[in-house]
C-alpha cells in the first residue's frame, strides 16, 4: 500500500485521518509496513511537529533520514486537503523526486515546473528549484494556493548567486508552513524566531542528532597510495579521495592503478557485471581500465553515462576505492565507508583559501553507511611537502640508528619548502574543522528588474500594494541595514527605468488611487525559462534567410544565450593565440608588440558587432534583460565549419578530462534550438544541421536528451525500468543509421574533413583519418600531386561543403555498403576531381559514426 491509497480510503470513509495524531500514527504504520524503517527520535519530532502544525528546521547529519520526514511532511499536507511544495537545488535531483514522490502518492497528485517543462503544475504536490519558487512567490504571495514548502538543502541559502531564492518564499509567504532541511545549517536560532514571526507558527528546531553510524578522523603524514593500501588491508573501503580538481583526481586514480585493489575473482565479477558497456576511446579507454581494477572515478567532467556506471558499480560494492571531487555531495546515493580529503584547501574561482566548515562537513558526511557499517572514518592528508620531509626525517633518523653513519650524529635534513603561496594547513587545521559547527548562514537577497516585474505584473494594482511587497522584500530581508538601503535604491532605479521606457504606466482610478500597469504582456513563466530566448527570437528576424551563412548564424545567436562552457572557450582561446602567435612570428613582429596584440586574441565570437546592437535596441525595450548577459562564441557553429564530430572536437582541443561538460552544452544547444527557433525560421540547411547535433549527442550519451524528453513526457514505469537496470544489461543501442538524414550530415562531415585536409596537404591527418587499413599517406600524396599540377588550391568555403557535391550510390546496401562520390571544388569551376569509397554501414553502426574507406582519388571517370 502506498500513501495514496492511505489518503483515498480517508476520504472514501471519511474517518482516520482527523487528527494530527492520527496523521502521524498512519504515517508511521507506513513506514514500517511499506520500507520496514522505524522512525528515528529525531524524524518523529520532526514529523509529529509538521503534523502538529509548526515550522521545522532539521539540521541532522546525513544518513538521519531527512528525505523520510520530507514524505511525512507531504502526506501530512495532503491529509489536510492542502498543497505542498518540494523544492532542491537542481534539476536532476527535482526529477528524481518527482519520481520518487510519483511512486508513493500516484501521478495524478505530483507535478513538476522546471525551466524545462510543466507538468500537471496545479497537482496538490509539486516539485520545483527553489528559483521557480521564489519566481511564483514573487507573482503570488500564496504561490497558487501553497500552504507547505520543504526546501531541501537550504544551506544553499548562502550561495551568493542563488541564495535569494531560498530567502524569497520566507519573505513572502507567511501563510505557509515550512521544513527546512540540510545537514550543514550552523546555529539557525535567529532564523527560526524569525520565521516564527512572519508565520505565527510555533518553529522546531531538531538538531544535535547522534549520526547513526558514528565518524572518526584522522590526519596522515603519508601519500595517498600508503593510506589506501592501509584501509583495503583494515577493511575500511570503499574509500572515496576528494580532490578539487577533476585532473588531479583521475591523475590520482592512475597511479593507484599499479596497487592490488581486487584480487582474480573481483577483477571477474566486475567484468561481468559491466558486461557488454561501451567505452569509447580517450578517457573512455582510461576509465574501462581502472574499473576493471576496482577503481573508480567521479566528477562532473565525465560523460553522464560513465558516472551512472561508477555509481552503480560501487552501489553493488564492486569499487573499493574511488577518486573524484567533492560533488559526490549533492543528490547521489553512493555507498562510502572511508571519505580521504586529500588537501584542507581549495580554490573557489578567486583565490586559495581553506575549507569552510560547511564544506569540510558536506564532504565528511559522505562516511560510513547507515545499514552497512557500524563506523564510518574521515582521513585529511597532509601537504605533499611535508609528507616528503617527515619521509626524509625517518630515513635520516633509520640510518643512524642503524650505525650507518660510522656513530657520527645524523646530519639535519634539509626539509623542501612549500610552494611559492601555498595555503597552508595542519593536523590543527583539521582540529579545528571537525570541533566547528558550520558557519552561519550569510542572506544572499537581491534586486533584480525581473523581481521589480514580477511585483508590478501580478495585474493593476494599487501602488501601495507592489510597494508593501517590494519593502517587505528589501526591508524584511535578512541583510544588514546598509545592504537593505541599497537594494532600495536599486528597486527604485530599476522601477524609474521602466517608467521612462513606457514598461509601467501610473495612473489614478476615480477614487484618487493610484495604479500600477505593464503596458506589455509578460511571457508565461517569464523568469522561469531561458531569459533570453525573446531577444533571440528578435535577432534572428535580422537575418536574411537567404544568406548561404543563414543557418550558421541562427545558430550563432542561440549560443549566445547560452551559459559559457568555460572548458571549451579556454581550449579555443589557447589555440587561437597559438596560431596568431605562428602568424606574427612569421610576419617578423617584435616581441614585445605581440604580447600587446595577444592581448586582443580571443575565442571566435561570430555576429558580435551585429549583437551587441541588438541587445542595446532591445533592452530599451525589455529593460529586465539587463539582469543577464548576452555571450557570443562559437561551439556548435566551430565544429560544423571545421566538420568535427564530437570526439574531434575534444581531440582538437584536448578535452578529454571535460568531456562531460562538452556533452552538457551541445545538449543545450541542442534544446535551445529545438525549443526556441520557430518552424518558419527553421530553412532545411538548419534542419538538417538540428538533426545532426541532436544525433550526435545521442550517439555520444543518450541520457540528457532521454531526460529532457522524460521531463516533457513522463513514464514512470520506463524511468524506473531504466534507473533499476542491471549493468551487465546495456541500454539498448541506438542505430546511428536510424535518423538518415542526421547520418548523412555526419557523412558529409567525414569527407569535408578530408577536404579540408587535402587543400592544406596535411598527409599525415589523411592518413590518421583513414586508419591503417585506409588509403595511406604516400597514395594520398601521389593522387594529390596529380591534382596541384592542374589547379593551384582546393576550395574549402561555404559553397565546397554543398550537399550536392556528394553523390551516394545506396544500391549497394544489402551488401552493408554504400558507395560515394565527394567532388572538390576547383577554382576553375570544373569539378572533374573528387574522392571516391565506400561507407562501412556494419561498422558505422559499431562505432555510432560514419565509417568511410578512400578507395581512390583523382579525376573522374565517366
Not at 503544475?121 to 507547505?148: F, H, V, W
Not at 552561519?440 to 514580477?454: D, I, N, W
Not at 561570430?606 to 541587445?615: D, H, I, K, R, V
Not at 541520457?703 to 516533457?712: N, R, V
Request: charge should be negative.
Amino acid at each position: 500500500m502506498h500513501l495514496g491509497t492511505i489518503l483515498d480510503d480517508a476520504r472514501a470513509t471519511g474517518v482516520g485521518l482527523a487528527e494530527p495524531d492520527d496523521v502521524f500514527a498512519a504515517f508511521e504504520e507506513w513506514a514500517w509496513e511499506a520500507k520496514a524503517l522505524r522512525l528515528y527520535p529525531a524524524q518523529e519530532e520532526a514529523v509529529l511537529g509538521i503534523a502538529l502544525g509548526s515550522n521545522v528546521i532539521l539540521a541532522t547529519p546525513t544518513g538521519t533520514g531527512k528525505s523520510l520526514v520530507a514524505l511525512g511532511a507531504h502526506f501530512t499536507a495532503l491529509a489536510a486537503g492542502e498543497r505542498t511544495v518540494y523544492t532542491a537545488p537542481i534539476k536532476a535531483l527535482v526529477s528524481e523526486k518527482f519520481f520518487d514522490l510519483v511512486d508513493v502518492f500516484g501521478a495524478e497528485r505530483v507535478g513538476m515546473v522546471t525551466g524545462d517543462t510543466s507538468i500537471n503544475p496545479d497537482a496538490p504536490i509539486l516539485c520545483c528549484t527553489a528559483e521557480i519558487l521564489a519566481n511564483l512567490a514573487i507573482r503570488d504571495r500564496d504561490a497558487g494556493g501553497i500552504t507547505q514548502v520543504v526546501m531541501d538543502e537550504f544551506h544553499f541559502y548562502a550561495e551568493p548567486d542563488r541564495g535569494w531564492a531560498w530567502q524569497v518564499p520566507l519573505l513572502l509567504m507567511g501563510r505557509a508552513q515550512f521544513l527546512l532541511m540540510s545537514a550543514t545549517l550552523g546555529d539557525v536560532t535567529e532564523l527560526a524566531d524569525d520565521l516564527s514571526r512572519r508565520t505565527g507558527r510555533d518553529t522546531a528546531l531538531v538538531t544535535g542528532v547522534e549520526r547513526p553510524v558514528p565518524l572518526h578522523f584522522a590526519y596522515e603524514v603519508s601519500p595517498a597510495h600508503e593510506v589506501v593500501e592501509t584501509l583495503l588491508a583494515d577493511r575500511q573501503t570503499p574509500a572515496y579521495l576528494v580532490h578539487f580538481n577533476q585532473s588531479h583526481a583521475v591523475e590520482q586514480a592512475q597511479a593507484l592503478a599499479s596497487i592490488k585493489i581486487v584480487d582474480r575473482a573481483g577483477r571477474d565479477e566486475i567484468a561481468a557485471a559491466i558486461g557488454e558497456f561501451k567505452f569509447s576511446t580517450g578517457f573512455g579507454s582510461t576509465l574501462s581500465r581502472l574499473v576493471r581494477s576496482g577503481i573508480g572515478v567521479h566528477h562532473a567532467g565525465m560523460l553522464p553515462r560513465y558516472r551512472r556506471l561508477v555509481e552503480q558499480l560501487a552501489q553493488r560494492g564492486l569499487l573499493r576505492v574511488i577518486c573524484g571531487t567533492d560533488t559526490l555531495g549533492v543528490g547521489i546515493n553512493v555507498p562510502i565507508r572511508t571519505v580521504v580529503i586529500t588537501a584542507l584547501t581549495k580554490f573557489d574561482g578567486e583565490k586559495m583559501r581553506r575549507l569552510s566548515a560547511r564544506e569540510f562537513h558536506q564532504i565528511a558526511g559522505r562516511a560510513g553507511r547507515a545499514g552497512y557499517d557500524t563506523e564510518g572514518d574521515v582521513i585529511a592528508l597532509a601537504p605533499e611537502h611535508e609528507i616528503e620531509n617527515a619521509k626524509a626525517v625517518a630515513k635520516a633518523e633509520a640510518k643512524a640508528a642503524g650505525g650507518k653513519n660510522g656513530g657520527k650524529k645524523a646530519k639535519p635534513v634539509r626539509k623542501k619548502a612549500p610552494p611559492q603561496g601555498f595555503i597552508a594547513w595542519s593536523e590543527a587545521t583539521l582540529e579545528k574543522l571537525v570541533a566547528s559547527q558550520p558557519e552561519p548562514l550569510v542572506s544572499r537577497m537581491r534586486v533584480t528588474h525581473a523581481m521589480v516585474l514580477g511585483v508590478i505584473g501580478r495585474g493593476e494594482q494599487r501602488e501601495g500594494e507592489a510597494l508593501e511587497t517590494m519593502r517587505t522584500l528589501v526591508f524584511d530581508s535578512h541583510e544588514p541595514r546598509e545592504v537593505q538601503f541599497a537594494h532600495a535604491r536599486t528597486a527604485i532605479d530599476i522601477f524609474r527605468t521602466l517608467r521612462r521606457g513606457g514598461i509601467v504606466e501610473v495612473h489614478e482610478d476615480p477614487r484618487g488611487h493610484r495604479l500600477l500597469r505593464l503596458t506589455i504582456e509578460l511571457q508565461a513563466n517569464f523568469a522561469l525559462n531561458q531569459p533570453l530566448s525573446p531577444f533571440a527570437l528578435a535577432a534572428i528576424e535580422l537575418l536574411d534567410p537567404e544568406s548561404d551563412t543563414y543557418a550558421l548564424d541562427v545558430i550563432s545567436i542561440i549560443e549566445a544565450t547560452l551559459e559559457h562552457p568555460r572548458a571549451i572557450l579556454r581550449a579555443q582561446e589557447h589555440q587561437a593565440r597559438g596560431e596568431a602567435v605562428a602568424a606574427m612570428k612569421a610576419e617578423g613582429i617584435e616581441y614585445d608588440e605581440r604580447m600587446e596584440l595577444l592581448e586582443a586574441v580571443t575565442y571566435p565570437q561570430p555576429l558580435q558587432e551585429l549583437l551587441g546592437e541588438a541587445f542595446t535596441e532591445y533592452l530599451k525595450e525589455v529593460p529586465w534583460a539587463r539582469d543577464y548577459e548576452l555571450r557570443p562564441k562559437s561551439v556548435v557553429r566551430d565544429m560544423i565549419e571545421r566538420a568535427f564530430g564530437f570526439r574531434d572536437l575534444v581531440s582538437f582541443y584536448q578535452l578529454g578530462r571535460s568531456e562531460g561538460g562538452v556533452l552538457r552544452y551541445l545538449s543545450d544547444a541542442y534544446r535551445a534550438i529545438e525549443r526556441t527557433v520557430p518552424e518558419q525560421a527553421k530553412s532545411p540547411e538548419l534542419e538538417e544541421l538540428t538533426d545532426w547535433l541532436g544525433e550526435l549527442v545521442r550517439q555520444v550519451d543518450s541520457s540528457l536528451i532521454d531526460e529532457w524528453e522524460e521531463l516533457a513526457h513522463p513514464d514512470p514505469e520506463e524511468h524506473r525500468a531504466r534507473h533499476d537496470r542491471p549493468i551487465d544489461v546495456p541500454p539498448p543501442a541506438r542505430s546511428v543509421l536510424g535518423n538518415e538524414r542526421a547520418f548523412l550530415v555526419m557523412l558529409r562531415n567525414a569527407l569535408f574533413r578530408r577536404v579540408q585536409a587535402a587543400s592544406f596537404e596535411r598527409y599525415a591527418e589523411l592518413a590518421a583519418l583513414d586508419g591503417p587499413q585506409g588509403f595511406g599517406e604516400e597514395r594520398w600524396r601521389d593522387a594529390l600531386a596529380g591534382y596541384f599540377t592542374e589547379y593551384d588550391d582546393i576550395r574549402v568555403d561555404g559553397d565546397a561543403r554543398a550537399a550536392r557535391l556528394l553523390e551516394i550510390d545506396r544500391s549497394p546496401a544489402a551488401s552493408g555498403e554504400w558507395r560515394f562520390r565527394q567532388v572538390l571544388l576547383d577554382p576553375a569551376g570544373d569539378r572533374d576531381w573528387g574522392i571516391e569509397g565506400i561507407v562501412d554501414l556494419a561498422e558505422s553502426e559499431e562505432l555510432g559514426e560514419p565509417v568511410v574507406r578512400v578507395e581512390r582519388v583523382g579525376p573522374f571517370r565517366d
